[in-house]
C-alpha cells in the first residue's frame, strides 16, 4: 500500500480545457485514396489546424492516424480555435471534415501525453459532433458565458461509453 501511495502522489494533474478532433469518414477516404488522404491529412494540419492550435495557445498531446488531442490552458481559446477550424476548412475544397469535442476537466500529465476523466469526455463529445460541427460539454459552456461570438444549442443529457454520469452536451 505504501508504495501504491508514493507512486500516487507523483501524479500531475492540472484542470485543462481539452478539445479531441477527428477526421470524418477517414476509413472511407483511406479505402478510396490512400496516398491522396493523407496528403490531404497533412496539408490541413500544416495550413488550418496546427497554426490555428499555435494561435490559441494549444498544445498537441496525442496524435492518433485521424485523431488529435490538444490541450488548453483557456477555455475561451479552445472553443475560438475550434470555431476558426471549422470556419476555415469549410471555406476550402479539402476531403478532410472534423468532428470536435471539447471539455474542461481534470487531466493527469504523464511526459507529453494527458490522461484521465477530462479527456473521455472530450473524446466522447466529439463523437456526437456533426461533421464540421463542435460539441461542448455544459462546464465548457458555463465558463465562455458570452464570451465567444457563437452560439450553442442544448442538446440535452447524454449516457456515453464508459461514462457514469450522464454528460449536458450543447
Known sequence: MGAQRRETERVERRLSAILAADVVGYSSLMAKDEAGTLDALKLHRCEIFDPLVAKHKGRVAKLMGDGVLVEFSSVVDAVECALEVQKRQAET?????????????????????????GVNVAARLEGLAEPGGIAISATVQDSIGNRIDAEFGDLGDHQVKNIDRPIRVY
Open 93 to 117: 475544397e479539402t476531403p478532410i471534415r472534423l468532428r470536435i469535442g471539447i471539455n474542461l476537466g481534470d487531466i493527469i500529465i504523464e511526459g507529453d501525453d494527458i490522461y484521465g476523466d
